[in-house]
């Protein structure tokens, strides 16, 4: 990925760089996780009894378990010792729950076992690499280091023949071994109505439908979208027979002509997704608004990510 400098519309480019060493490329990306992930750093070089030394231990904005795997180069492995941490954090989720909060004193909530994150770091990625990060369910974050001191990260694509067209002073109370299993979007979607079940589908279809890039998935309370960061929260709310949505912006800029959404303070817990609307069947019907307003919106949430 060529990065260029423009000067009175002339284009320079810049010469790719290189990091001393992995620890310095792992030194730099844990001291930044909150600014490029959203994920709030627990503990780097993590030594556990038979699975072997973790690099880095952290948690997102959804209270979800982090592991981090850095390979200054293409490598082979990386992800086989990225599964064998995960599967530490499965075996001892009391043990991970014991060392997060003792390093994070504002971590409130439970800990969402059932949805862990692997990531990984490297240059470049192998056919079987991405094949097994498919499996895994990991995500292959790619970059480039160079001379003007940039740092460009982007996710590795899916391999194309399987990409689809469509401690002290606190207590910690041991949880079972076997994390409960998220709700699916079928369970959030139980007991609906058949035009909110409808709403919701042309909603999820127009967010899938902005970039490949865009992740879904499901916690017990909410349907989640995110790329690098969370940027849609979405609850089915069956009683009002509407949705309910947290929207990311960026320092609370977003263009909303129609007045659909309100401020929510930072403190509320969900950080930089600052605004929340409710919208329903019957007032899209109304005409208050159109499907396509709302997808501005969350176009503009999705945009405070990149």
């Known amino acids: ?7 009175n ?18 030194q730099l990306i844990d001291k930044n996780l909150e600014e490029i992930f ?5 503990k780097d070089e993590h030594i ?6 973790i690099e880095t231990l952290g948690i997102d904005e959804s209270n979800r378990p ?5 390979k200054r180069t293409k490598e082979k492995g990386q992800l086989v010792q990225a599964n064998r941490y995960m599967t530490w954090i499965r075996q001892n989720p009391d043990s991970f729950e014991l060392i997060a909060r003792k390093n994070i004193k504002d971590l409130n909530g439970e800990i969402d076992f059932a949805n862990p994150r692997i990531l990984c770091f490297a240059q470049e990625y192998s056919i079987d690499d991405k094949c097994l990060a498919l499996v895994l369910n990991a995500e292959l974050w790619k970059y480039r280091y160079y001379e003007n001191e940039s740092l460009i990260i982007t996710r590795e694509e899916e391999p194309e023949q399987l990409i689809t067209t469509k401690s002290k002073g606190f207590t910690i109370e041991k949880i079972e071994r076997e994390p409960r299993v998220a709700k699916t979007v079928d369970k959030h979607l ?3 109505s058949e035009e909110l079940k409808d709403f919701f589908h042309q909603i999820d279809n127009g967010i899938n439908g902005i970039s490949s890039d865009i992740e879904r998935y499901t916690t017990n309370a909410e349907i989640i979208y995110k790329t690098s960061r969370n940027f849609v929260y979405l609850t089915v709310q069956t009683k009002n027979n509407c949705l309910k949505l947290y929207l990311r912006t960026t320092n609370d800029v977003m263009i909303d002509n129609r007045n659909l959404t309100t401020h929510v303070t930072r403190l509320s817990g969900y950080g930089n997704l600052t605004r929340q609307l409710y919208i329903s069947p019957k007032d899209e019907q109304s005409g208050k608004f ?3 307003d709302v997808l501005a919106l969350i176009h503009q949430s999705y945009d405070s990510t990149q």
């Open 1 to 7: 990925m060529p990065l260029f400098e423009i000067k």
């Open 9 to 26: 519309s002339k284009a320079k480019k810049i010469n790719h760089k290189e990091f001393k060493n992995e620890l310095e490329l792992h």
């Open 38 to 42: 959203g994920v709030r750093y627990i």
């Open 48 to 53: 556990t009894d038979k699975h072997g030394r």
């Open 66 to 70: 982090i592991v981090i795997e850095y």
């Open 190 to 192: 139980q007991g609906a």
């Open 290 to 292: 159109t499907i396509d």
